[in-house]
């Protein structure tokens, strides 16, 4: 006979409820630093997503139509108790990811927090406008919820990501079926159990959890969801876009990046590789927007490669828990398989490992910080996102060479310049292909910005107010006056 677990359980959050996923059945959920279990999570399917879907549309009719002011109290409400529970939430992110502490506590947290009041401060000002057609008839818009809104999340930022996505649905009056990575659930099941405290009503926000192939195959498939917002890989996009044409789903993909990081040689060298370095290894690389493309002038290049590769030298990689750790574990061994993969595949393509590039210890998912050099445009370690510590310097001749290396991946989500030039930097961010440009600096987001790419970095934008029109769908009405 098996021996009872001792370990947590987590099940799904339906209705307002905790329930057994219908197989039964539970996943383990493994700490990246040690490889030892955490916690089982349930692993829903087909039938728990149709019974969330169920609990989703039947309380969207109240949580649309409540005043809009009152879905703003329990919004600023729900951030309100997130801040109160910020160390619970740091050390559960924390640990689940593999993240830093101290970065989850400065960075992921107050993310979170700030989104939500962000967009609780939305809730009544989604307005519609009187747009005068003819004298005889009263003609205005409405935008009206979207309706049952379908969140599918990654592990990189479970809770800020996630949030990005909820809070406006929240704000708009959409109701939800959300499912976190399987590998990092634990602060989003949190979370929505502090959303219900604040107010939530039972059914507004549910959480299935489960496999992508399976539960997030059933959202992204469900007739009963009007939209998808996903973040993940390309490869996961496709299939949504596709699957999404069933019942014409509304869909918003934030997808990879290999975004390109251009030092001139007349930038603030010590400053641009200060940036670039955590630019590339800031939450071990695992960033959509990480600068893995070091782009320098052939001038400044060599300067480049050194100070880069002792910075990276002095990068302190070790427990998430502790706070002196500047970088923790890759998420999972599959992550860690992948960049140690193309670690050898940039060897065998010529580039020149400066520094890093491999496993530290055998247990835990640690990798360390690696500096590429002589890494030709073409190179798969050039073209292809990694998703790891992993930088590429590439050398460039002048402006027009920069910008042709830059815009030449299949993805164009971010990108910096740094340079003291300040008609260069103009020039230059304009021609840049990315939905995001920084100018001597890199990495910061804001959720008042739009963020997001095209090509294989995804479609539609989020933040700011493009998300609350990407939440509703505007709707024309004549009023006759004759
Ligand atoms: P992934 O696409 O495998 O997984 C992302 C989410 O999709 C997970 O919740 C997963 O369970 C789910 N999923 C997997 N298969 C699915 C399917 N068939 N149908 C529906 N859902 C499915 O990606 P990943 O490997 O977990 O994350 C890394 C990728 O995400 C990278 O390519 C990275 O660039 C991208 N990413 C992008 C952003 C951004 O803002 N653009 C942010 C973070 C990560």
Known sequence: MNQPSTLQHHDLLIDGRRIRPSSGQYGVDLDPADETPIAEVALGNQADVDVAVAAARKAFDGWANMRAADRGRILYKFADLVEQHQEELVALESRDAGKPVGAVRRQDLPAVIDTIRYYAGWADKINGQVVPVRPDALTYTRREPMGVVGIIIPWNFPLMIGMWK?????ACGCTLVVKPAEITPLSMLRAAELALEAGVPPGVFNIVTGKGSVVGEAIVQHAGID???FTGSPSVGRGIMRGAAGNFKRITLELGGKSANLIFADANIDAAVRAAASGIFFNTGQVCSAGSRILVQREAYDEVVDKLANRAKTIRVGSPAAADTHMGPLVSSRQM????????????????LVTGGERLGSKGYF???????????????SQEEIFGPVA????????QDAIRIANGTAYSLAAGVWSANITRVHHVANALKAGTVWINTYGYTDIRLPWGGSGDSGLGREHGDTAIEDFTEPKSIWLSLR
């Open 392 to 399: 590429s310097v590439i050398p460039f001749e002048d402006e």
């Open 227 to 229: 939209k998808v917002t």
């Open 367 to 381: 990798v360390s910080p690696a500096v590429f050099a002589d890494v030709k445009h073409e190179m798969r370690v």
């Open 166 to 170: 909820i809070a406006p649905a929240l």
């Open 337 to 352: 398989k992948t960049v140690l993969d193309y670690v050898d595949i940039g060897k065998k393509e010529g580039a020149k």
